[in-house]
């Protein structure tokens, strides 16, 4: 299992970029697929986008086009890059791992929060 923990949150205008990245200590860390997740305010916690150990993304519909995950395998680490963001990606953006391969450990970091606001 591994343990997780996020930085690069931060107040920005709308329009503007951020990049988050999430940090991975112990073991197996590249036999996990890392995802990012969030949740706003009175919401529920909704997928952003994963990234599988082979490199296979996958993202929400509504974010397509404006955020790119990635993994670099040597640093442990995955990250977030979000662009043209809105007042809508307004949340507290959390990481996520699980194994690929049983028995499938799952592990969250404690979130980084992220306000877009003028």
């Known amino acids: 299992q591994v343990q997780l923990v996020e930085s690069g949150g931060g107040l920005v205008q709308p329009g503007g970029s951020l990049r988050l990245s999430c940090a991975a200590s112990g073991r197996y860390f590249t036999s996990n697929t890392m995802g990012w997740y969030r949740q706003a305010p009175g919401k529920q916690r909704e997928l952003v986008a994963t990234?599988?150990?082979?490199?296979?993304?996958n993202y929400a519909d509504s974010l397509k086009g404006r955020f790119t995950i990635s993994r670099d395998n040597a640093k442990n680490t995955v990250y977030l890059q979000m662009n043209s963001l809105k007042s809508e990606d307004t949340a507290v953006y959390y990481c996520h791992a699980i194994l690929e391969v049983a028995p499938y450990s799952r592990s969250w970091g404690q979130g980084t929060q992220v306000t877009v606001s003028s």
């Open positions: 990234i599988r150990s082979a490199g296979t993304t």
